[in-house]
């Protein structure tokens, strides 16, 4: 199946510092989803982004299909933005997720 | 905006013991999944649903698990007897056109088999 693989695997960051995510694939894609889960456990959408960019606030997202990656950028971090944001990528009818980067924002 | 929803929040069971989880999906969804998360890992398939009967399943959907959607809102997941290793997160999600469509994730139920 495909592989996704995130890094880095563990990030710490002070409030207000930018920081950029990277996900890789090992195969096209239709389907590549950005999530943010929460402290609670919660899966929270950020972007739908099999191709090309989007901003939604703080955040904004880029996939190269054509070179199998996709980066999340969170801009002037805040301590809620702590949690950890899971890439994942459609598979054989379900999506396939990596193993996520824990971010933590420090005060 | 819709939501998916799920009961119960926080499920403990005994070993042994049958659960079942309930979903409600976002209404004009017509493709419905259920994934699992054990704590501290990443989110693993299970198996998903379309039209009535299932699509695709995973290795870990083994014959302890069913689903079910009984009455056109619900969408159900079934663990017959419960073992251990079966205490994790089960999300339920759906989409309107299926895998290559944005899957919407309801908050989960966390699920505790002593």
């Known amino acids: 199946g495909i592989q996704v693989e995130q890094s880095p695997p563990d990030l710490i960051l002070q409030e207000g510092a930018n920081s950029t995510l990277r996900c890789n694939f090992s195969d096209s894609v239709n389907n590549l989803q950005w999530f943010h889960q929460n402290p609670w456990g919660q899966l929270i959408n950020l972007f739908y982004?099999?191709?090309g960019t989007k901003q939604n606030g703080r955040l904004s997202a880029t996939t190269v299909a054509t070179e199998r990656y996709s980066l999340l950028y969170i801009s002037s971090s805040q301590t809620t933005d702590s949690g950890v944001y899971f890439c994942?990528?459609?598979?054989?009818?379900?999506?396939?997720f990596g193993k996520g980067t824990s971010l933590l924002v420090t005060p | 905006e819709p939501e998916v929803t799920q009961t119960p929040s926080h499920q403990v069971t005994q070993m042994g013991q049958e659960v079942i989880l309930r979903c409600v999906p976002i209404?004009?969804?017509?493709?419905f999944y259920w994934y699992r998360q054990i704590l501290g890992q990443k989110v693993e398939f299970l198996v998903s649903f379309y039209n009535n009967e299932i699509s695709e399943k995973s290795e870990i959907f083994d014959d302890q698990f069913s689903v079910e959607r009984p009455d056109g809102s619900n969408f159900t997941l079934k663990i017959r007897s419960t073992k251990l290793e079966d205490s994790a997160m089960y999300f339920c999600a759906g989409s309107r056109t299926g895998s290559t469509d944005t899957q919407y994730f309801g908050p989960g139920t966390r699920l505790t088999v002593l």
């Open positions: 982004i099999p191709s």
């Open positions: 209404s004009n969804h017509l493709y």
């Open positions: 994942a990528v459609d598979g054989k009818d379900a999506l396939n």
